[in-house]
């Protein structure tokens, strides 16, 4: 590391990162969609509490919660109405404390999110603004007495706003929204707003928490208001965010959802200070559209489009296939994009995946038309690239989407527990209590798969996807080595390997669902080699490995270096 490098992070209790995050691996869920313990038709943390052990089985040991702050749930609860308590719909402080405490005792770290570009209109913060133009909170929120004059840009949600301001009858102004017109933006620029957020990062991290995915990064720091104004140094919220994060808890993570341009992904690692990881769009749409069109192409311009990811520097990437959003596109080359649109649109009786002009409402499985073989192939790409993988709840086992249910709910449905029982295990209530229908109805015909039926049977989905994250969990050449892409034909393989400390891992993973044979450089004695993943037979011989996957086929393969003798 350089002294430069090393200075970025000398504000560290231990002089260094943390080093955690890099070696976890993420599941991803929503409390209120995993599992209701009381009946209620709501998820709630003892139900999720419930389901501990089925995180343990799958192997993951980092959880990533959605918000679970007081919402009037307009936006899945990132409209939020208390930052600081939990929606009682879901359970409380104590309950929350509770899982805390579990998951410590199970050595699973926890991240939150945070959403701090914009409250719900129901927050106390935009009451006390709207009623009151002398209130110190007024100016946590942008307002406008003439709007015609005031700055105009294109709201995240063309198709449901029409722009970025909507009025109110209570303050008699417009105020500034980038998201839904519920969702008023805060004036982050405001250094009272700044005090706030500061303060709410430290309220959960004195409660346990490991860190935060920050939502809306990227939004924080538009242009925002009446003047279009920014702030005069970004960088230095996220930094100040950071440092105060790491004075509660000197392991704290700060990971963004930052859907900027490539060429400006390093700015929100500032050198060190910013930070730790960011999500990994430019993988999402890449990965994930080259798996389901069977080309290697889109993973190659993928590496040529985001600063790599360094063992020993500040850049490192939060990998996932899908997410609880649209599956978006718009950083696929233009003719890709529109490929992609039509190629995997998908829709019936009134109903369409593709959304707000960027992506596909569709889960994993109705990408790749239920081929479990293909979601396994992917989930063992995932997890061998350079990064922390993210696993979506529910991709696991292949759940599928709802088009017949409105917007992002699509992709939102309550996880499936077992089929055989009402609400597929999710909840005792009745269907129509339930905070989203479970079984997808939109989808006559289509297999639905649950948990039970894969959960302890060999070659499931679930299983396989185990495996590979017990195989990430082996190989910490992944977050410590060097990754280079191993070029291959024909162009529906794909391979690549980390050398770390005298070592090589080797993966190859098979993107058409035919068999293939490849020759790869493989410098390792052949009674060195040893099968980490995957069934597809090799053959390591005079420094090369010959790899045949079947379709859908990979294989991690590791060994010592061969030195030579001269």
Not at 54 to 78: A, M
Not at 183 to 207: C, G, K, T, Y
Request: aromatic fraction near 12%; charge should be negative; proline fraction near 5%.
């Amino acid at each position: 590391m350089d002294a430069d490098a090393a200075d970025a992070f000398a504000p560290l209790a231990d002089g260094g990162r943390p080093e955690w995050y890099r070696d976890a691996v993420v599941y991803s869920l929503d409390v209120k969609t995993f599992r209701d313990s009381d009946g209620d038709g709501w998820g709630d943390f003892r139900g999720l509490i419930d389901r501990l052990d089925y995180l343990e089985d799958l192997g993951v040991d980092c959880l990533w919660i959605r918000p679970f702050y007081p919402s009037p749930l307009r936006d899945n609860g990132y409209d939020v109405a208390d930052y600081r308590d939990v929606d009682e719909r879901l359970g409380s402080l104590d309950a929350f404390d509770d899982l805390v405490a579990e998951l410590d005792a199970r050595g699973i770290r926890l991240i939150t999110d945070l959403v701090l570009n914009h409250t719900s209109v129901e927050h106390e913060w935009f009451r006390r603004a709207r009623e009151d133009p002398d209130s110190k909170y007024h100016d946590y929120y942008l307002w406008t007495s003439h709007v015609d004059e005031a700055y105009h840009t294109q709201n995240i949600f063309p198709e449901f706003e029409d722009g970025v301001w909507s009025y109110d009858e209570v303050a008699g102004k417009h105020y500034f929204h980038q998201f839904y017109g519920y969702q008023p933006d805060l004036n982050v620029a405001n250094p009272d707003v700044q005090e706030e957020l500061f303060s709410i990062a430290e309220f959960w991290l004195e409660r346990g928490v490991d860190g935060f995915r920050i939502d809306a990064a990227h939004p924080m720091i538009l242009p925002k208001g009446h003047d279009a104004h920014r702030l005069e140094d970004p960088q230095r919220l996220f930094r100040e965010l950071k440092r105060r994060a790491r004075a509660v808890n000197d392991e704290a993570v700060l990971l963004a959802e930052a859907d900027d341009e490539p060429d400006r992904l390093d700015f929100y690692f500032d050198g060190g200070e910013g930070f730790d990881a960011l999500f990994n769009f430019v993988g999402n749409s890449h990965v994930t559209y080259g798996v389901g069109v069977g080309d290697a192409w889109p993973l190659y311009r993928m590496f040529e489009q985001i600063p790599d990811a360094q063992p020993d520097g500040h850049v490192w990437w939060a990998n996932f296939l899908r997410n609880h959003d649209e599956w978006n596109l718009l950083k696929l080359p233009h003719e890709a994009l529109e490929h992609a649109r039509e190629e995997f649109r998908q829709g019936g009786d009134g109903g369409d995946s593709w959304i707000f002009g960027r992506g596909h409402r569709l889960r994993l499985a109705d990408l790749y038309d239920g081929d479990h073989d293909r979601i396994a192939m992917a989930h063992s790409l995932l997890l061998s690239l350079p990064g922390t993988p993210i696993v979506n709840s529910g991709d696991e086992i292949g759940m599928h989407a709802d088009l017949a249910l409105p917007e992002r709910q699509a992709v939102r449905t309550p996880m499936r527990w077992d089929g055989a029982e009402p609400n597929a295990g999710f909840s005792t209530a009745d269907p129509e209590d339930l905070v989203i229908p479970v079984d997808g109805t939109g989808w006559p015909g289509v297999y639905q798969a649950d948990a039970a039926g894969q959960r302890g049977h060999p070659g499931s989905l679930f299983e396989r996807v185990a495996s590979a994250v017990d195989a990430r969990k082996r190989c910490p050449e992944i977050a410590r080595g060097d990754c280079s892409i191993v070029h291959v034909e024909p162009d529906d393989l794909w391979a690549h390997r980390f050398d770390h400390d005298g070592r090589v891992l080797l993966a190859v993973h098979n993107l058409a669902s035919e068999p293939r044979e490849v020759l790869v450089g493989f410098d390792v004695d052949p009674g060195d080699a040893e099968r980490v993943l995957g069934d597809a037979d090799y053959r390591v011989d005079d420094g090369c490995v010959t790899v045949t996957p079947d379709g859908c086929g990979y294989l991690w393969l590791r060994g010592e270096t061969r030195h030579s003798d001269g």
